[in-house]
């Protein structure tokens, strides 16, 4: 059973969570301009190939990047939302006190799936960046900075899933 000392842990997390909002927001709007970019960047291919018969060795392969960015830009932003994917078929079938019970599995099983994507995206960041790894295309870039987006967008999405799991113990609590 938790005490009452432990609700003072949920309510500093929740101040703590509320510090993250604002930088996942900011990160949805980085993924909502990426897609704008995205666009132009095509509708620029598409003019330049057919119009003027240059076509760009560069822009495709920008727009895989910024596909890869959006996803892990958008992520937090969507689970924070409610907008990833819920099994409604399944949820309906619970009085509110399984609900809450589904969502602090899921939720569980999300804290711990997003450490260890966040631990091993860290670690192989920090390799990547000791040994100078770089993606080789039409660009070449460092890999680094996509295993370092995707650690602080699992970080992020570990954050939303503590939120819900520790709301949904709260609802748990509150139904007994």
Known sequence: MLC?????VYERWLMKQKFFDPIINFMAFLAGTALVAAVVIVCFEICMRYFFHRPQIWTVEVCEYIL????????????KTGGHVNIDVVMSQFGTRGQAGFKLFYS?????????????SIATAI???ESSVLIIK????PKHYFIILMAVSYFLL???FTGTFLDSLKQIRKDI
Not at 4 to 8: I, M, Y
Not at 68 to 79: C, E, H, K, V
Not at 138 to 141: G, P, Q, V
């Open 108 to 120: 569980g099983m999300g804290i711990l799936t997003c450490l260890i994507i966040s631990w091993f």
């Open 68 to 79: 890869f960015g959006m996803t892990f830009l958008g992520a937090p932003w969507l689970l």
């Open 127 to 129: 390799e990547c960046y």
């Open 4 to 8: 009452p000392k432990g609700w003072a």
């Open 138 to 141: 039409a660009l070449s870039l």
């Open 158 to 160: 570990f954050v939303e």
